[in-house]
Nanobody, 119 residues
Framework: QVQLVESGGGLVQAGGSLRLSCAAS????????MGWFRQAPGKEREFVAR????????YYTDSVKGRFTISRDNAKNTVYLQMNSLKPEDTAVYYC????????????WGQGTQVTVSS
């Protein structure tokens, strides 16, 4: 059974940084695309970033370009999202997901981690 567990969320002031982690079990992530999504209160879940299986290709939504960096450590079966210059509008529950293809069809999702950015 595949499980994705996010961690690293919390409360931070605007302009601060957080690093989210997503650790996988039950699947070797090295051949899968990994993605991060977020869902703010009252809004639909939206795409944030994705990274290819090798880590060479990365893709970001426009609102986080230059501030967020997705990376992965296949040896640790973990993907990361470094978030800098955080804004109140980044407040959301952040989810990681795994899948294949580019863009991928995601077949497993984590439970999410809360990120709250205060102004």
């Amino acid at each position: 059974q595949v499980q994705l567990v996010e961690s690293g969320g919390g409360l931070v002031q605007a302009g601060g940084s957080l690093r989210l982690s997503c650790a996988a079990s039950g699947r070797t992530l090295s051949t899968y695309v990994m993605g991060w999504f977020r869902q703010a209160p009252g809004k639909e879940r939206e795409f944030v970033a994705r990274i290819s299986s090798s880590g060479v290709m990365k893709y970001y939504t426009d609102s986080v370009k230059g501030r967020f960096t997705i990376s992965r450590d296949n040896a640790k079966n973990t993907v990361y999202l470094q978030m800098n210059s955080l804004k109140p509008e980044d407040t959301a529950v952040y989810y990681c997901a795994t899948g294949r293809g580019w863009p991928p069809a995601y077949d497993y999702w984590g439970q999410g981690t809360q990120v709250t950015v205060s102004s």
